[in-house]
């Protein structure tokens, strides 16, 4: 089935602004879509601009008028989609104290229940927090986080209700179910507790939605009365508030994408004063645990040379550089990504040749094993649990053809339970699939990781369709994990492959160094070198890609749409970062001061602004034949604004030479995350893959 888009497209309207940097004027026909109220937007969509809300809504008619024809298949792959889904689910109850803690589904909902019962009781159950209830009538609802106080009376909860990631957190009595009048706006999701549960600390969102200030809020006063704990005057750092395994420290955490600074405070005088723990020192990143027995804090970090990071050793009373002591050594190759402390345990996530793996430490002798699997390609993650003094740690593993399994994992005997197999109501085989791990030689003759899955009876003869995913930024690993959305594409002839880039940290952190600032063009020509080598090895065919990424992986898309754009027959680019000069030179904008040590800092350089305007998608849009394209975005998206899809639609229907179909959906109602709910967003993801099988001639 053919996608027959209506006759004609929207046009934008162009009305040039200059603007200039190191000399060089650049144009831009369509930066009135931009609205200057983008704050209050965020806040009240009601208020955009009314030409540009015309402009948008004639975009999203126009894209449901050449979805048309594809309303049958949406609906029944959303009903595919559903149908693997178990409504009824239940997450693993966590033991804490008197209670074990989960979520749970009720069949047809929208949205989690949070519930507890008594510890190693089938029965009791109570309910924390409904959000269906909480969503009622809302467009857009989404649960930032559920955290129970220690003393099991209260739960703070916090909740975005526009998209727009400002989150209000109010206080719940568990013994009466009813919400406390505290309340508290504009804060970032999580929230951290005091030992006693008579305070807790959170994160303040400002006006730009930076979290910049931390504030200590006590059970049954006014926010207006709530104390400021920290502030941070570097823009280019975001903070936020936790608390290591043991209970006994709350940490602030201040970071910006290379650099990091940590300080405390016992949780049991949540008065005090933050206390340092290492002053910042570009380019040295450092993440502490708590080892309460001997008095002293173990701490994750890249500090002298330690390029995959190691773990050091420092005591609690001074804790400062000059007194850390390796205790795990910095092993090049063998990138330690996240580690929790137990009283008898020091446990950490590492990944090495590509693959996961959890290492095991006994604190009083230090002998350690390791828990791996045998999968060519597979995802493993730990969780850290609730409680300290256990000697039981909970453990994820899932591969592209294995559906996620849970395990209890004994940390003395090395026996694990398992405690949840993910179910697939309407019926899963994995012997019916492959998954593999190939490598594609990249431009400079480095080899390129590409994750895959695909029926067993598949002819690899190149004549299947591909969809092609990535994302390459900010040292993120995408997962080869178990996908029940897939399945539809992959049902239906697909090869459904992830390319493992330069940018995330797959081999370790110099695969991610080695794909930012100036070498960020190394993302994208490993993108293209993973899809010319799936088509040379009969994996799909050149011409038969659709590639698929969202966010920074949206800038790739659309990097790779203007390089090779004959590789790929379409291109899905959600909440794409397409107009990346224009918004990393526009310091007012929410994330932009943080991102000059992702991209580089092209007000300052004239190298990196040269450097980012020669892969910048929206400035390289040319006239030339291009795949057809789908972008969407989010009306109250803070992190890729609206306006980057829609600037990027308006230039390529202006540039590209050939009749390939250009389709934009802004959601109105949403931000980064798009729809709400987990059945909305499977209709998003099967409008996605509608796209992907029309284009590829598939549906």
């Known amino acids: ?82 149908g693997r889904i178990k409504e009824d689910d239940s997450s693993v109850p ?44 809302e467009a857009y609802f989404k649960i930032g986080d559920v955290d129970h106080s220690p003393t099991h009376r209260l739960a703070a909860w916090s909740a975005d209700r526009k998209g727009s990631e400002y989150f209000t957190v109010r206080l719940r009595d568990l013994e009466t179910g009813r919400d406390l009048p505290d309340e508290v706006p504009d804060t970032s999701p999580g929230i951290a507790w005091d030992a006693k549960g008579t305070s807790f600390f959170y994160t303040q969102v400002d006006e730009e939605h930076r979290p910049l200030k931390v504030f200590r809020h006590v059970v049954g006063t006014p926010a207006s009365e709530d104390k400021l704990v920290y502030e941070e005057k570097d823009e280019g750092f975001f903070v936020g508030v936790g608390k290591v395994q043991s209970g006994k420290w709350l940490v602030i955490s201040s970071h910006d994408h290379q650099t990091s600074e940590c300080w405390l405070i016992p949780a049991d005088a949540p008065e005090t004063p ?52 390796a205790i795990v050594p910095h092993r090049p190759g063998t990138l330690v990504l996240h580690h929790v402390a137990y009283r008898d345990f020091h446990v950490r996530l590492e990944r090495k040749e590509g693959l996961p793996r959890i290492t095991v430490r006994r604190i ?62 309407s019926g899963h085989d994995p012997a019916d699939y492959v998954t593999r791990r190939i490598f594609a030689t990249a431009a400079d003759g480095e080899q390129v990781p590409v994750s895959l899955v695909h029926r067993l009876d598949l002819k690899l003869d190149g004549s299947a369709p591909c969809l092609l995913y990535g ?45 930012k600032r100036l070498k960020k063009k190394n993302t994208f020509t490993d993108f293209i070198a993973a899809g010319e080598y799936l088509a040379k090895e009969g994996f799909t065919s050149r011409g038969n890609i659709v590639a698929h990424g969202g966010s920074a992986g949206g800038m790739l898309m ?116 798009g729809a709400s709910g987990r059945f909305e967003r499977l209709k998003e993801v099967a409008r996605v893959y509608a796209f992907a099988l029309a284009v590829t001639e598939k549906a």
């Open 94 to 137: 966590s033991s804490d104290g008197p209670f074990a803690y989960y979520t749970r589904f009720v069949e047809g909902a929208q949205h989690p229940l949070f519930c507890r019962r008594p510890r190693d009781a089938e029965e009791g159950e109570e309910i924390i927090l409904d959000a269906n209830r909480e969503a009622e009538g």
């Open 364 to 425: 009083t002798d230090g002998t350690e094993h390791e828990i791996s699997f045998e999968e060519e390609a597979y995802d493993l993650n730990m969780g850290a649990g609730y409680e300290y003094e256990t000697p039981t740690m909970r453990f994820s593993y899932s591969s592209m053809t294995t559906p996620a399994e849970v395990y209890d994992y004994d940390l003395e005997t090395r026996e694990r339970v398992l405690r949840k197999r993910q179910e697939v109501p």
């Open 274 to 325: 933050p206390k340092l723990v290492a002053p910042r020192e570009e380019g040295v990143e450092y993440d502490l645990e708590h080892d309460a027995p001997r008095r002293r804090f173990l701490i994750l970090t890249n500090a002298d040379g330690a390029e995959d990071f190691k773990i050091v050793e420092a005591p609690e009373d001074s804790p400062g550089r000059e007194n850390w002591r």
């Open 558 to 673: 659309g990097a790779v749409a203007n390089m090779a754009p004959d590789l790929f027959k379409g291109i899905v680019a959600e909440v794409p970062f397409v107009d990346v000069l224009a918004t990393i030179l526009d310091a007012s904008l929410p994330l932009t001061p943080p991102e000059w040590n992702e991209w580089g800092n092209p007000i300052e350089s004239r190298e990196a602004y040269e450097y980012m305007a020669s892969y910048s998608p929206y400035d390289n849009v040319r006239a030339q034949s291009y795949p057809h394209i789908f972008a969407l975005g989010g009306l109250t998206d803070p992190r890729v604004t609206y306006w980057e899809p829609a600037k990027w639609v308006a230039k390529l229907r202006e540039c590209r030479t050939n009749d390939a179909i250009t389709l934009l959906h802004i959601n109105m109602d949403a931000g980064h995350g």
């Open 1 to 82: 089935m053919k996608l027959t888009p209506p006759a004609f497209a929207p046009r934008a309207e162009k009305r040039p602004q200059p603007d200039t940097h190191h000399g060089v004027t650049r144009v831009d026909d369509y930066a009135w879509l931009r609205d200057e109220n983008w704050r209050e937007v965020m806040r009240d969509p009601e208020v955009l601009d009314k030409d540009i809300r015309a402009y948008l809504e004639a975009e999203n008619a126009y894209t449901e008028a050449a979805l048309a024809p594809l309303a049958e298949l949406r609906e029944t792959l959303f009903g595919e989609m559903k």
């Open 471 to 515: 994302y390459g930024s900010y040292g993120i690993s995408i997962p080869a994990s178990f996908s029940t959305t897939c399945l539809s594409l992959v049902d239906r002839g697909f090869v459904y492959a992830i390319a493992h880039i330069r940018g995330g940290k797959e081999k370790g952190y110099r695969w991610y160094s080695d794909g």
